[in-house]
């Protein structure tokens, strides 16, 4: 039997006792860091106790959002714990990071919601799989989830981009800006191998460099920190790329 403790915004600290209590099965703990010190103890001397013997104790499988060492370093998860814990570590990929199987999740997600909501049999078109495959999920599975059974509720027998929430049209433009770019850019790259440019990788990247730094310092009103953090780079390489710029530019 699979058991949880905590749903997964809540304090699993309120019924972890029946862990210690000798029910059998299988307990999910969610949010490990959120436990009491004193119950990170207990939990440390049970698995302890259980050594590798064969025993009737509930199995656990404890869950976390972060790496352990991040919760050790913030003085949340006991260090003895953390590492009793890591030696049977199972490390998942966030959903963006997991290619088709966010396809084969919707799927199954969108099916039970259909089950459990008692409507009609409905499915992905191609481009909203599309717009799936490349939506970054911040929320990562619970979003998905939440999503699949909104759609459920829908009175529609296909899916359709327009279905979708709002953000996921914008990510939709991101992409077809990103498409058109590519395009300018691939026709660039051949008009330079076409009058044989001898450094077109300097040339193009350059090129983009200085949009990218143009861009970000127009949109911060020239304020260069501001700009740095925009577009993730430190605020010193910020000055240092800005500085050769003004010296290449100088000397030409």
């Keep these: 039997m699979l058991r949880s403790v905590g749903h997964p915004d809540s304090d699993p600290t309120n019924n972890i006792d029946q862990v210690f209590q000798g029910e059998i099965g299988t307990w999910v703990i969610r949010h490990v860091h959120l436990l009491k010190p004193d119950v990170q103890k207990k939990?440390?001397?049970h698995l302890k106790s259980l050594g590798g013997k064969h025993t009737e104790e509930p199995r656990l499988i404890l869950i976390s959002e972060k790496p352990l060492e991040d919760y050790v370093s913030s003085h949340d998860l006991d260090h003895?714990?953390?590492e009793m814990l890591s030696t049977f570590e199972l490390v998942l990929p966030p959903l963006r990071e997991r290619g088709e199987d966010i396809?084969?999740?919707?799927?199954?997600f969108l099916k039970e919601a259909v089950k459990q909501i008692k409507t009609s049999a409905?499915?992905?078109d191609t481009q909203s799989r599309f717009l799936l495959l490349h939506y970054p999920w911040?929320?990562?599975i619970r979003?998905?989830?939440q999503l699949c059974y909104r759609l459920a509720a829908q009175d529609v027998a296909s899916i359709l981009p327009a279905d979708l929430p709002s953000h996921f049209h914008q990510q939709e433009?991101?992409?077809e800006v990103k498409r058109k770019a590519c395009e300018s850019v691939d026709k660039w790259i051949q008009a330079l191998i076409d009058i044989e440019e001898p450094d077109i990788y300097h040339h193009i990247m350059d090129a983009i460099e200085n949009m990218i730094l143009d861009a970000s310092l127009d949109a911060c009103r020239g304020r260069k920190i501001e700009a740095a953090k925009m577009i993730g780079i430190g605020r010193n390489t910020m000055t240092r790329k800005l500085q050769a710029r003004e010296k290449d530019e100088a000397s030409s």
């Design 43 to 45: 939990l440390l001397e």
């Design 80 to 82: 003895a714990l953390s």
């Design 103 to 108: 396809l084969i999740l919707a799927q199954y």
């Design 122 to 124: 409905k499915d992905f």
């Design 138 to 140: 911040p929320g990562n």
């Design 143 to 145: 979003e998905l989830r």
């Design 173 to 175: 433009i991101i992409l």
